[in-house]
């Protein structure tokens, strides 16, 4: 007991908890039969935090966005761990790189940029276009799997990037497809999405697309 003959609040916190001793148990039930105000709040206020803090440790994160998560976390750090990070995935096709001849712009360069990406048993097809007339930019996307692999595609968390600073966020549908729009300029683009273990960056490097 206090000083004003009310329980501490450490005391209140092992009695939610079930840690007092059987004495201090037997007397603290005792105090709070007889009706005392400030003590029958203050273990209504803890045996609230219990509730919560129980809720939370039975509460199971689901993995996509964990993996989105490390995905996003990776590219945030330094160099050599983004490096990393981007060394599992691979550009299998880029409409910017395509040569063109001088002075014409490819029917891609036209439309907007194109890049698919293999991670893993994953493809990512990314399609980013930029309207002239509303100056939005739109960048459409499709996980797809091998046939042989099992792993879901539908459900899977997408977070778009620019500077490292989030623009977009969206999930795939069961086709594996998503979009996301936003205002702005088109270029230092990444996008992460919560595939596999420790998740999937995609950096689109720090070309922009041109308006159409």
Known sequence: ???????AAEHWADFVRHLASGEQATLM????????????????DWQAIRDVASTDASYEVPD????????MFSIQKTPNRVARAMDAVKVLFDSQLLPAAEGVRSAWSARGRKVLYATGNFLVDLQIETSRESQRTLVIGQVVCAKEAVE?????PVVLLRDLEVIGKGITNRFGEFHMEFEGPSANLSVALGLKEEGTAVSLGSSSVGHS
């Open 29 to 44: 039930e005792r105090h709070l039969a007889d009706g005392c105000p400030i003590c029958t709040k203050t273990h209504a």
């Open 152 to 156: 879901n595609v539908h459900g899977v």
């Open 1 to 7: 007991m206090t000083g004003s003959d009310h329980f």
């Open 64 to 71: 996509g966005p964990v993996r989105l998560a490390k995905a």
